[in-house]
Structures are given as structure tokens and as C-alpha cells.
């Protein structure tokens, strides 16, 4: 009897457990489109369960599919209950299928029925959202995911935060989750001790948030009020620590931006200091060919649309083709006639620039034009939390020092530049041992001139191109080569990068028109005590 009885039991259990495994045998061999069928009938609590179920499915479906129910973008359409999500609130918006992917036009929104949604619902979608993203093999999502929950610093977000770190793999998206956890505990743990160690894990942390809920903690207390070894002691401590390391990456960035803006009046500035040097001759119009150089570029990206990417590495062999031929013909038609006569030579030259002006304004409109950044170009590095460096100025100060470097060895290096220095430290001796200063000459101011077109592309890529692109920078360019030493490419090199960041570090404190002013009188100064500049030429010619 006994042993019937515990034979009955033991077919009781084993029918309970085959019952109790059953539904989830069911669950994981549901797809999404059985767990989404009829959704728009069901009621709140049932539509949380089914975020629950769809949750578990193994389907890269889920992920836009929830994030489009939260956002209230899902709909069903009433012919044949086909799920859709809707990317616009337009008539001419496009509405993607769910299960094909296949995109459509709206064109009688009355034919779809939105998914409505609650709070409860809300919530619930919130969460899985997030530990489908913190799940996610793919590392950028993943370091999304974890900078959107230190933003909500939500409370009820800390133990999916807490799984998410025991298996992450990598150090930089671990770091995240600890500070978003510490973020949470320094606003919300009951323990103080805890709540110390978290505002202490945030000393040094530069994410915005964290200086938001350290100033929480520290509103409406005094320095009277904060004794040692409380919660708000050690929120004025990490704040102080955060505050410092903002004025230190405040220096680093006004550096950079320095170096950038230096960047750009050593491409300006380089050609006119070697035409400067060898000629003797005050080109009034080399701003014009920096904007020739600009407007090439606009020109290439009109004419190749498709080929933007690659648009700039067109550009700068064609701008300096197009500003180095014209430079070339503005010497053999003018400028030869007039040397020794610096005065009719500047006026000749100013007189070139308005024409040059009023022909881009014939041809191109008054108005500005806008030149399209590389994708490779876009976006910003960033550092920390509150520095960032954009590539664009950083290619910039890279291809500034290559222009530099491949002029160096032009320079040394070469015939050509054999010759230039020859003419440049005594031109009559070296016309007397046979080379023929005027095409020299014509070279030279052709050399200038196309790298200053160089320039106008990488200006092209920073601002507007315009009629009037070249003379923001013409006097910034005088004033470098000037500071530099006329004709020396080291002294322009560093005349352009002392200029730029000095002109960075005064601007926050006097504005940008008194940050010129300053410049312009420190020039000055300079030129009373050292009228060669930083670097004097050598040679007979120099000495006259």
C-alpha cells in the first residue's frame, strides 16, 4: 500500500513538472510574430508581458521594436493587422514594415491604428530596452546605452548596471558603468558611507552629470555648514577636483584652437613670405589667391557631387594649379614692370585684388558659398567629458606642417631652391653667375601663390567661401611674416604659431577685435627692438 502510494505521488510530480516546464517549452519557441499578434487589442498588463516575451527572443527585430513602441511610433494596419513603424508625424513620411523591412509611403494614415501605451507600460519598456542594449555584442551600442542610464540616473536601473559589470569585457564601457552606478548611490544611498564612497569614485569625473548632482548635493550649504567627513565635505571636495581639471582642459583647448588658427596663418602666410623675401615686392592681392584656391574647391564639389569624400585630394593639386598660374601671369604682366618702385607694386597689386574680387562676384554671386566637409573630416575626438578636438582642425595642423615640410625640402633640397636662395641673399651676384633671375622670379611668385590657394582649401573646409574669403587674412599674414623675419620659413612657422595661440588666449578676456588690437600693438613693440623679426635673413641683400 505504501508503495503504491508513493508511486502515485512520484506520476503526481513528474505530470506537475512536464506541466510547469511546458509553458516555457512554449515561450522560447514563440516567434515575434506570434508574441506581436493582436497586440493592438490587448490590454496594458498584457502588452508588459509580452515585452517580457519578446524580450527573450533571440531577434534582431526586438530592439527597433521597442524603442518604436516607447517612442509611440508603432502602428497596425487595419486591413491586415501587419505591424509598422513610422518614422515621421508627415503625410510624406516613410512607415517600414516590421517583419519585411520594406519602407512605404502614408498615404491615408486613417488606414493604421496606433499601439497605445501607459506609464506602467512605459517603464517596463524602458528596462528592457536597457538590458537589451547593455547585452548588445556590439561595443557602440553598449557604450550608448550606459552614457543614456548616466543621464536618468535611475534608481531602479542599478541592478541591471550591476549584471551589465560583471560581464563586460571592456575596460573604458566598465568604467562608464561604475560611475553611472556611483551616480546613483551618491543621489540615493541610505548609507552615508556609501554615499561618500560614490561622490569619492566622481572626483575627476568630467561628465557633466556628475557636476549636476554634486552641485545638488551641495544646495543651500555654506562653507560654515560643511564639516569634515559628511556627505556634502566630500561633494565639495570632488567638485573642486572636477573644477580644476576643467581649467586644465580649458588651457589644453585654447592651446589647441591656438595651434589650429596658427595652422591656418602659416598656410596663408608662407607663400607671401617666400615672394616677400625673394622679390622685395608687398603682394596686395595674395588673399586673393587664397580665395581661388576656396572657390576651386567649391568648383570640384559642384562638379563631382558623388565624390565628396575624395573631393579635397582633387582640390589641392587643382587650387594650387589654378592660384600658382595666375600668380605666374600677374608677375609676367605686371609686376615685373615695377620692381624697385615698392609703392606703384602695392598699388598695382591692390588694384589686381579688386579685379579678382569683382570677377568671383560675376561669376559666382556676391553671395557666400558653402563647402561640404568629408565624412572623414566630421565630428570631434573626444577626450573627456568636457574636451573634444575636431578633426577637421586637426587634419588641418597635419597638412600645415606637411606643406611646411615639403617646402623645406623644396628649398634645400633642390635646383630651384638653390637658385631662390641665391636671389633671395644676392640677386645681382646671382644674375652675374647665370641664373636667370626673372624667371626665378616668376617661379617664386607662382610658388607663393599656389600655396596660398593650398590654404584657401583648407579654409574652404573651417568657413564660408566668398568674394572677400582672402582679406581676413591678408593682414594676419603680413603681421606673421613680418614677426617671423621676412623670407624664413622657421621664423613664419613660429611667428604663425605664437600668434594664433597668444590671439586664443586673450580673445575669452578682451573680445576678438581687442585680441587683434593687442596683436597688432605687441608687433609693433617688437619691430622697434628687432626690426628683422625673430630670424634675419643673411647675405649682401639682406644687409643693404
Excluded at 217 to 230: D, M, N, Q, V
Excluded at 487 to 503: D, K, P
Aim: with cysteine.
Amino acid at each position: 500500500m505504501i508503495l503504491q502510494t508513493r508511486r502515485i505521488l512520484q506520476m503526481v510530480f513528474c505530470l506537475l513538472l512536464v506541466c510547469a516546464v511546458q509553458p516555457a517549452k512554449v515561450l522560447a519557441n514563440e516567434s515575434l510574430e506570434t508574441i506581436v499578434s493582436g497586440i493592438e487589442r490587448a490590454n496594458f498588463r498584457d502588452k508588459a508581458q509580452r515585452v517580457e516575451q519578446l524580450a527573450a527572443l533571440d531577434d534582431e527585430r526586438v530592439l527597433p521594436l521597442l524603442k518604436a513602441f516607447l517612442g509611440g511610433d508603432l502602428y497596425v494596419r487595419k486591413s491586415d493587422k501587419i505591424l509598422f513603424f513610422l518614422e515621421g508625424s508627415k503625410a510624406e513620411d516613410p512607415i517600414t514594415n516590421l517583419f519585411t523591412g520594406a519602407s512605404a509611403t502614408v498615404e491615408n494614415k486613417r488606414l493604421y491604428k496606433k499601439v497605445s501605451v501607459n506609464n506602467a507600460v512605459r517603464k517596463k519598456l524602458r528596462a528592457v530596452i536597457a538590458e537589451l542594449q547593455l547585452r548588445s555584442p556590439d561595443y557602440d551600442i553598449r557604450a550608448v546605452a550606459v552614457r543614456e542610464m548616466m543621464k536618468a540616473s535611475d534608481p531602479l536601473n542599478r541592478p541591471q548596471l550591476l549584471a551589465a559589470m560583471e560581464r563586460e569585457t571592456d575596460s573604458g564601457i566598465r568604467e562608464d558603468l561604475e560611475i553611472a552606478i556611483a551616480l546613483i548611490d551618491a543621489q540615493d544611498a541610505t548609507d552615508s558611507d556609501r554615499q561618500i564612497a560614490a561622490i569619492t569614485r566622481l572626483s575627476g569625473v568630467l561628465y557633466p552629470e556628475v557636476r549636476v548632482v554634486l552641485a545638488g548635493l551641495l544646495e543651500g550649504t555654506t562653507a560654515e555648514t560643511i564639516r569634515r567627513g559628511t556627505v556634502e565635505a566630500a561633494a565639495r571636495d570632488a567638485m573642486a577636483e572636477i573644477d580644476d581639471l576643467i581649467a586644465l582642459n580649458k588651457v589644453v583647448e585654447n592651446v589647441y584652437f591656438g595651434i589650429s588658427l596658427g595652422s591656418v596663418l602659416l598656410l596663408a602666410a608662407v607663400g607671401l613670405a617666400i615672394t616677400f623675401g625673394v622679390m622685395g615686392v608687398i603682394n596686395m592681392a595674395h588673399g586673393e589667391m587664397i580665395m581661388l584656391g576656396a572657390y576651386t574647391t567649391f568648383v570640384i564639389q559642384q562638379a563631382f557631387p558623388e565624390l565628396i569624400d575624395v573631393s579635397i585630394f582633387i582640390a589641392i593639386p587643382s587650387a594650387f594649379l589654378v592660384s600658382g598660374l595666375v600668380g605666374i601671369a600677374i608677375e609676367r604682366g605686371v609686376i615685373r614692370h615695377l620692381y624697385g618702385r615698392p609703392l606703384e607694386t602695392l598699388l598695382a597689386t591692390f588694384g589686381i585684388s579688386l579685379v579678382l574680387q569683382q570677377a568671383v562676384r560675376s561669376i559666382f554671386s556676391p553671395l557666400n558659398q558653402s563647402v561640404s566637409t568629408p565624412s572623414w573630416m566630421s565630428g570631434s575626438l573626444e577626450i573627456n567629458g568636457v574636451l573634444s578636438l575636431t578633426y577637421s582642425r586637426l587634419y588641418i595642423i597635419i597638412f600645415s606642417l606637411l606643406v611646411l615640410l615639403a617646402l623645406t625640402l623644396l628649398l634645400k633640397k633642390t635646383l630651384f631652391g638653390l637658385q631662390m636662395r641665391a636671389v633671395t641673399q644676392n640677386r645681382r651676384m646671382a644674375n652675374s653667375m647665370g641664373i636667370r633671375t626673372g624667371w626665378v622670379d616668376a617661379l617664386t611668385f607662382g610658388l607663393g601663390s599656389g600655396i596660398a590657394g593650398i590654404a584657401g582649401v583648407a579654409l574652404s573646409q573651417l568657413t564660408n567661401v566668398g568674394p572677400n574669403l582672402g582679406q581676413s587674412y591678408i593682414i594676419d599674414s603680413f603681421l606673421v611674416v613680418v614677426f617671423g623675419g621676412v623670407g624664413n620659413l622657421m621664423g613664419t612657422f613660429l611667428g604663425a604659431m605664437s600668434l594664433g595661440i597668444f590671439n586664443k588666449f586673450l580673445e575669452p578676456f578682451a573680445g576678438a577685435v581687442l585680441a587683434k588690437i593687442a596683436v597688432l600693438v605687441f608687433i609693433i613693440l617688437f619691430i622697434q627692438k628687432y626690426p628683422r623679426g625673430m630670424f634675419a635673413l643673411k647675405g649682401r641683400s639682406a644687409e643693404d
